[in-house]
């Protein structure tokens, strides 16, 4: 990673101690199977943000100015245990530091840390799905860890919504909560979707948003494009209700895949996390401080699945 500051910032905005918000790049494509290139979307991300206008006219904010801090890159030397381990650890740390944490990826399997950490900290966490696969499998090619299985354990330990959703094996059917499921075919000539998806969510809401979610026509350089999927403006739609209605506690990014010669989806995931930003702060001031309210109690989600030991 080259880049200095986020999208370029004055590095007045960008300092840890001033900054709200923290930008965790994870350059991890370890266990994608179709196509490589992943573990180069961080950077690519990072570049598209470079030339990007940083005021916002729909929310008419410049939401770079609550600060954004850019950390270190996670990497692991592509094993996805240590990876995983590194992103849970890292996004705890920064979010018991009182930020806005949110992480771009890489492949999909570094959800699974990220979702970890934040079901430890935050109470009756829901974990909303947007995406083209259900990413349900126990295991997959004989790893449990693995971009195929990155939703399993939130299926079982938080409140998991899923969005978009095209591809799914039968097995995957079987595994998931239908009534929580938003199939695509189905969206499509359902107009209710969005206030009923909403209506299943608790308070606290993580958003896991890979960008396969995306139809291809719009978004075609990730790991796993399929037709059939949301467009943009109703993405900003759900996404604008979805931080007005719920406290959105942080959000990752997964599965930009960038070509050399066809960087508009580069640019696409650059504008989509800073609308996403824009809409969790637009109703605050720069000044305001922020609290991310998590739980401090020694009572965590799921103590007893995960270690809570870890050093910061």
Known sequence: MTNNTYAGIPEEFAKLEQSKIVLIPVPFDGTSTIQKGASKGPEAF?????????YDIETDTEVYQQGIHLVDAVEADNSPEALVDAVHQTTKKYIKKNK??????GEHTISIGTIRAFNEMFPSLTVLHIGAHANLRKSHNGLSLNNACALNEANHTTNLIQVGIRSMSAKEKTIADTDKTYFAHEMAVDDTWMDAAIDQMTDNVFINFS???????????????????????????????????KNVVGFDIVELCPNEKQKSSDFLAAKLYYKMLSYKFMDEEVGDDYDNTYDNSKQKNNASKFNDDDEY
Not at 46 to 54: C, H, V, W, Y
Not at 100 to 105: L, R, Y
Not at 218 to 226: E, H, K
């Open 100 to 105: 806005f944490v949110t992480v771009f990826g």
């Open 211 to 245: 960008l396969n979610g995306l139809d291809l026509s719009i978004m075609p350089n990730t790991t796993s494009p399929l037709p059939g999927g949301l467009f943009w403006y109703e993405t900003l739609d759900f996404l604008k209700q979805v931080f007005a209605e």
């Open 46 to 54: 990072l570049n598209a943000s470079n030339n990007m206008e940083l």
